[in-house]
């Protein structure tokens, strides 16, 4: 394993979400994402989450928790955890909630540049590439026929046609003691988001 190809050794594919806390955002998206991939490719991904000022040791915070416990799912082990330059050498893919954490992980890791993305950057990469191309095409001449070898290319394959993609701001709300209307917003904004990786996923025979 090397940080440019962090996929390349034998084992699951690692995807890291990545907010400011680590309490809200990174692991509802953490745990909704690791569900989803569990359906689609079960045991192929491990996907944990991590914090840029987290605050570590803490539990998810209870209004995160509430939504997750609405659609019947739960971490109650959780815990808070710092991010580091270590962990992001181990990732496949780093999705971050907005664009501010992505300047902390270059900062700590230059490498991790194209694997980079916020969680509703990679979801509108992958609608639209595949307007516009086959994915299944587009991977096979990448070289990626199996889901260690289609999580590689994947950065570099976004990178290619990030020309094609709207500049709109794809953050998601930071709901830190904002109230439930605010932890509302980031389901909505972080729920199609996951959904549309999870099914991207799903297509693939293997």
């Known amino acids: 394993m090397t940080a440019d190809d962090p996929t390349a050794a034998a084992g699951p594919v690692r995807i890291l979400t ?14 909704l994402l690791r569900e989803g991939l569990q359906w689609a ?7 944990t989450s991590a914090g840029t000022h987290a605050l570590v040791g803490h539990a998810m915070d209870p209004a995160s928790a ?4 609405g659609k019947g799912l739960s971490d109650d082990g959780f815990r808070a955890r710092l991010l580091t330059h270590r962990l992001l050498l181990e990732q496949a893919v780093v999705l971050v ?3 501010q954490h992505k300047d902390v992980v270059l900062d700590e890791t230059p490498a991790a540049h194209r ?5 509703r950057e990679l979801a509108h990469a992958l609608d639209v590439v595949g307007r516009e191309h086959d994915w299944r095409e587009v991977l096979a ?5 199996d889901v260690v070898s289609r999580w590689r290319v994947l950065p570099q394959v976004i990178a290619a046609h990030r ?7 794809r953050d998601v709300v930071d709901p830190y003691q904002r109230g439930d209307k605010v932890f509302a917003q980031m389901g909505r904004e972080i729920d199609p988001a996951v959904r549309t990786i ?9």
């Open 18 to 31: 990545v907010c400011t806390g680590n309490i809200c955002r990174s692991p509802y998206a953490a745990v």
């Open 41 to 47: 490719r079960p045991g192929a991904f491990e996907v």
């Open 66 to 69: 509430a939504l997750l416990a």
């Open 97 to 99: 909630m907005a664009s």
């Open 115 to 119: 694997r980079t993305l916020t969680v």
């Open 141 to 145: 001449e990448a070289g990626a026929d």
């Open 163 to 169: 020309r094609r993609m709207s500049r709109a701001d």
């Open 198 to 206: 999870v099914t991207w996923e799903r297509q693939f025979e293997r």
